[in-house]
């Protein structure tokens, strides 16, 4: 199966490939060009138009900007809007679905889907679990329960195994910083309050590997969080859950869902527990998965899962040409430039985010 992008390339699928889609979280979180993806076929410009007129009523009537206007019809307008709270988040959000509708109403084989923290909700409303206006009902409120109850603290990288983050953590001795997210085996995200955690980064960068603060204002994935995640499970416990039409793997449970659970629940561990990616891209390779889909803006899990498995051919439709099996991944770099912050709209192309 041949499918046609608007860059003018080609990704070769065979008659019996399965897809995992990859759901990116607040982090990937850029200007996404949407103008681009209503070009990909002769369908996209109505999908992408009815993505954006569902998340928009999902949105409060009052204080957001039309994203149609911003993402759509002028997208030279993104940038400032993005400024406000929760901008750049519905944004990643409605991109995330419209890229996933696309890609699907093109002919891409989906098998799978795979959310990275925020992304676990545009992962369920793929699989038909939540609505499109439901899932940025959901979206909303969460991102007003990680800026009130996450203050005062953030997120940064160190281009370093999970064992050697933690000995730098053990290093600076500041227990208050924990693994968030586990994206790549040797790429792994550090949350914590903000002095112990800029001590954090300089130790690692210290020790030669290199460490960034990311521009995620706020805790996420962190035990302080806890009654973050009661609270927004009390928002969005009332929105229906429906039957999983695809499976869905978490990296925070480690395991594909079952409509036997509490997808509300499972969504409000997000914001206490780690994730943990490379273990469940592979889990979802066993399971059949033989080809990787960024469905969002950027192509940072794609990134993710080809250090994770070089061997699986991957796609992002709004960032790259395809990597088939056999060509290398770019070398992560270990200098240390110094602990700054990286803008979420200048970090699309690191696969660290969260």
């Keep these: 199966m041949s499918i046609s992008f608007p860059l003018g390339w080609t990704q070769e699928f065979k008659p019996d490939d399965l897809c995992a889609f990859l759901f990116p979280g607040t982090g990937s979180a850029g200007a996404p060009d949407l103008q681009q993806l209503s070009r990909t076929g002769p369908a996209a410009p109505r999908i992408v138009a009815d993505v954006l007129d569902a998340v928009q009523e999902g949105l409060p009537r009052t204080g957001w900007p039309s994203l149609r206007t911003i993402l759509l019809d002028e997208p030279g307008k993104y940038r400032a809007a993005a400024r406000q709270q929760g901008v750049a988040q519905l944004s990643a959000y409605a991109t995330s679905v419209a890229v996933d509708r696309v890609l699907r109403a093109e002919g891409v084989p989906l098998g799978y889907a795979v959310g990275q923290s925020f992304g676990e909700i545009a992962a369920l409303v793929s699989a038909g679990v939540f609505t499109i206006s439901d899932g940025a009902r959901m979206a909303v409120s969460l991102v007003g329960v990680l800026a009130r109850r ?43 309050p903000e002095g112990p955690l800029e001590t954090a980064l300089e130790t690692a ?138 803008p979420l709209t200048d970090a699309l192309d690191r696969p660290h985010l969260e």
């Design 150 to 192: 996450g203050a005062g603290g953030g997120m940064g990288l160190m281009e370093a195994t999970e064992d050697g983050t933690l000995a730098c953590i053990e290093s600076a001795g500041v227990p208050e910083v924990v693994v968030a997210c586990l994206n790549a085996p040797g790429v792994t995200v550090v949350s914590g």
């Design 205 to 342: 960068q210290a020790a030669g590997i290199r460490a960034v603060r990311l521009a995620v204002p706020y805790l996420s994935h962190h035990p302080a969080m806890a009654g973050a995640d009661d609270e927004w499970y009390e928002m969005i416990r009332s929105f229906p859950q429906r039957p999983l039409e695809v499976a869905v793997y978490s990296p925070v449970r480690g395991r594909a869902y079952r409509d036997d659970d509490d997808l509300h629940r499972a969504l409000t561990d997000c914001i206490v527990k780690p994730v943990r990616l490379p273990q469940i891209l592979r889990a979802v390779h066993e399971a059949g998965a033989t080809a990787f889909a960024e469905a969002g803006a950027g192509n940072a899990l794609c990134q993710c899962a080809r250090l994770t498995l070089p061997e699986v051919p991957t796609l992002a439709p709004l960032r790259e040409r395809p990597r088939l099996p056999g060509q290398r991944e770019a070398p992560v770099s270990k200098s240390a430039p110094g602990v700054r912050p990286v």
